[in-house]
């Protein structure tokens, strides 16, 4: 089966960084692209970046951008998210996913998930 690992999430201060990354599991797969997704207590999951394989394009969230960058590795259907400058209201549960196809900034659609890693910024 295909799994998606999260790392790289951890306590920082307001205004530090973080870099997750994801990494495929078992049998190489195929995509459209990847993505990041997080899910902050009492809310629902959000779409904050994507990339797309084919095409190149990037997707960022209102609330990220500028201070996120998504990069990733195809061949390895792997995902990285720079974080810079976080804020308290970026804590969350960060999720990494894989779309087979179809557009990746839409956030219906994403057949694999990672278990999540914890990001909290303090203030």
């Known amino acids: 089966q295909v799994q998606l690992v999260e790392s790289g999430g951890g306590l920082v201060q307001a205004g530090g960084s973080l870099r997750l990354s994801c990494a495929a599991s078992?049998?190489?797969?195929?995509?459209?692209?990847m993505g990041w997704f997080r899910q902050a207590p009492g809310k629902g999951r959000e779409l904050v970046a994507a990339?797309?394989?084919?095409?190149?394009?990037?997707y960022y969230a209102d609330s990220v951008k500028g201070r996120f960058t998504i990069s990733g590795d195809n061949a390895e259907n792997t995902v990285n998210l720079q974080m810079n400058s976080l804020k308290p209201e970026d804590t969350a549960v960060y999720y990494c996913?894989?779309?087979?196809?179809?557009?990746?900034?839409?956030?219906?659609?994403?057949?694999?998930w990672g278990q999540g890693t914890q990001v909290t910024v303090s203030s």
């Open positions: 996913a894989a779309k087979l196809y179809g557009s990746i900034w839409l956030p219906n659609g994403y057949d694999y």
């Open positions: 990339i797309s394989w084919s095409g190149g394009n990037i």
């Open positions: 078992g049998r190489t797969f195929g995509s459209s692209g």
